[in-house]
T-cell receptor, first 113, second 110 residues
Framework: GAGVSQSPSNKVTEKGKDVELRCDPI?????LYWYRQSLGQGLEFLIY????????KSGLPSDRFSAERTGGSVSTLTIQRTQQEDSAVYLC???????????FGPGTRLTVT | QKEVEQNSGPLSVPEGAIASLNCTYS??????FFWYRQYSGKSPELIMS????GDKEDGRFTAQLNKASQYVSLLIRDSQPSDSATYLC??????????FGAGTRLFVKA
């Protein structure tokens, strides 16, 4: 079956611009997670959704970051006024609660110039 | 203390040898344990899940769990150059959050 998809695969933007990253989870998966991975680093948890609600937003680095999920499916991560330190790979994962396994999408590589 | 700890490596093994990757975790209530493989420039791929003490085998991979010692390991038998990647240990305590280790880089020399 189809896995997690993310778009765009690559995004180059100028400092100060806003960007939207999209995640389409595995069909039927109720939970959705966003992570960030800087070059050579581990996974940094950003936010997760159970259905359309986000019980834990503790990982969002600043108020420039926001995310939403609609229809219990697609999610968008928005970064406003991008900074160079936002350059990273943004990964989305989905999970079929109560099963614990998470499955990752291919990621969006964001470069802020 | 980090919640999930792994040796960053690199761990270098010759082709055909057994690679042993180790992970310790801090939360005694942890219930589910995972190993992900991440090739350079790619996203993590789930390769093993283990829930109870003991060994779980899947092909050339064996996951080992010891909850008393808060220790989980991954053995790769007959290592191949294609196994060269970063291996992430991940632990779930039963809630929504899964904690990932920073990963161990494995190099398998031909």
């Amino acid at each position: 079956g189809a896995g997690v998809s993310q778009s765009p695969s690559n995004k180059v933007t100028e400092k100060g611009k806003d960007v939207e990253l999209r995640c389409d989870p595995i069909s039927g998966h109720t939970a959705l997670y966003w992570y960030r991975q800087s070059l050579g680093q581990g996974l940094e948890f950003l936010i997760y959704f159970q259905g359309n609600s986000a019980p834990d937003k503790s990982g969002l680095p600043s108020d420039r970051f926001s995310a939403e999920r609609t229809g219990g499916s697609v999610s968008t991560l928005t970064i406003q006024r991008t900074q160079q330190e936002d350059s990273a790979v943004y990964l989305c994962a989905s999970r079929n609660i109560p099963v614990a396994e998470q499955y990752f999408g291919p990621g969006t590589r964001l470069t802020v110039t | 203390q980090k919640e999930v700890e792994q040796n960053s490596g690199p761990l270098s093994v010759p082709e055909g040898a057994i690679a042993s990757l180790n992970c310790t975790y801090s939360d005694r209530g942890s219930q589910s344990f995972f190993w992900y493989r991440q090739y350079s420039g790619k996203s993590p791929e789930l390769i093993m899940s283990i829930y109870s003490n003991g060994d779980k085998e899947d092909g050339r991979f064996t996951a080992q769990l010891n909850k008393a010692s808060q220790y989980v390991s991954l053995l790769i038998r007959d290592s191949q150059p294609s196994d060269s990647a970063t291996y992430l240990c991940a632990v779930n305590t039963g809630g929504f959050k899964t904690i990932f280790g920073a990963g161990t880089r494995l190099f398998v020399k031909a």
